[in-house]
């Protein structure tokens, strides 16, 4: 077999994985996309060392520690969308860049931005009563 098959159908998957991880919104696509991107690189891997007939067998050894890697990739990554799901309610990507502090953000002396004090409220929450007694 030709060297040229597997070439164009691992170029073809690293495309599809590219496409993927640059115009998907979800993040559970974005990791799909990425795991294409490694598969076409696994298969580039074993195609070259069947096609240079390495003795060592390197190339399916990298395939070996590449799926390794992937695996730890999905299993932190599929931690961290759940963790951002559970706290923001979506799992878009777009809405994530507003996850970073802002300079203004961070001041817990009670001055807000402008340097004004901020202000106390008159009354407690609704349900604080209802808190406290059931902890009483």
Known sequence: MHLAYPAVLAVLLFCVGLYGVLARRNAIL????VELMLNA????LVAF???LRDTLH???????????????EIGIGLAIVLAVYRNRGTS?????????????????????????????????????????????
Do not use: Y
Not at 58 to 72: D, V, Y
């Open 30 to 33: 974005v990791l799909m996309s």
């Open 41 to 44: 690189v696994n298969l580039n």
């Open 92 to 136: 878009a990507v777009d809405d994530l860049r507003d996850t970073a502090e802002h300079p203004d953000d961070g001041d817990d002396d009670g001055v807000g931005p402008e340097g004004a004090a901020a202000e106390e409220p008159d009354e407690p929450a609704p349900g604080a009563s209802q808190k406290a007694e059931a902890t009483a």
């Open 49 to 51: 060392d069947v096609w």
């Open 58 to 72: 390197s190339g399916q050894a990298l395939t070996l520690f590449t799926i390794a890697i992937a695996a730890a």
